[in-house]
């Protein structure tokens, strides 16, 4: 049976129990289905997998971080009326990020490069500082995509007595359609455009139509008792 085909008879179903349950009893109902449905698609989206089985496409791949040869000293941010004064000899540039050990704070810390308010002079006896490896315990582990878009305030569920719904809502809606299309988008505001490739975050996998055709299935039976 094609996919066509299960969605007809979902259809057929859905028009028979609208027709034999109360408001009530069809918006209870619904609801229930509408929350298996949005807990099916959530696990599948933890998953990384398409609805037919196949997996996300990977994340581009990031270029390595620049590890810097020198030490760097200057004032951050620029436009603060009252900067402070960074001094690093381990860092490295990654993007637009330099992180390094700031040895005024006494700690690893991140600068937005673009934010530096100037560039100052090493001391003496500090100009020929080599920046030597910027030690960190551990490794960033790159995490599965879409974790923040499936709480319950970006992916939601819903129902009236006749018709149920699943989908992101606000700014998750649109960032779930440029990956669900697979449109061009910027991945930060002054990045060049980039073409994502298309997954399909939401759509309805044979377990879901089985589940749903079950559901409608118990209500007419349970509706004719």
């Given at each position: 049976m094609?996919?066509?085909d299960d969605l007809l008879r979902i259809e057929a179903l859905?028009?028979?129990?609208?027709?034999?349950l109360d408001a009530p009893a069809r918006r209870s109902m619904?609801?229930?289905?509408?929350?298996?449905?949005?807990?099916?698609?959530?696990?599948?989206?933890?998953?990384?997998r398409n609805p037919d089985g196949s997996g996300f496409a990977p994340r581009r791949k990031r270029p390595e971080p620049v590890r810097g040869n020198r030490?760097?000293?200057?004032?951050?941010?620029?436009?603060?009326?009252?900067?402070?004064?960074?001094y690093m000899k381990s860092w490295t540039l990654d993007g637009p990020l330099m992180t390094g050990f700031d040895?005024?704070?006494?700690?690893?810390?991140s600068f937005h490069r673009e934010q530096i308010g100037r560039w100052l002079p090493l001391d003496e006896g500090q100009e020929n500082a080599g920046a030597g490896e910027l030690r960190r315990k551990g490794h960033i582990r790159r995490k599965a995509m879409f974790r923040k878009l499936l709480s319950p305030s970006h992916l939601r569920e819903g129902a009236t007595d006749s018709e149920a719904w699943i989908g992101f809502v606000g700014q998750a809606a649109r960032v779930g359609r440029i990956h669900q299309e697979g449109l061009v988008d910027k991945p930060a505001a002054k990045a060049k455009p980039?073409?994502?490739?298309?997954?399909?975050?939401?759509g309805m996998t044979d377990a879901d139509?089985?589940?749903?055709?079950?559901?409608?299935?118990?209500?007419?039976?349970?509706?004719?008792k």
């Open positions: 094609t996919e066509g859905a028009t028979a129990l609208l027709r034999n619904l609801r229930r289905v509408a929350k298996k449905v949005r807990a099916s698609q959530r696990a599948r989206i933890e998953a990384q030490a760097v000293h200057f004032l951050y941010p620029k436009d603060d009326p009252a900067p402070r004064e960074v040895i005024k704070a006494g700690g690893i810390r980039v073409r994502y490739a298309r997954r399909r975050l939401l139509r089985t589940m749903v055709s079950e559901a409608f299935l118990a209500a007419l039976v349970d509706g004719r």
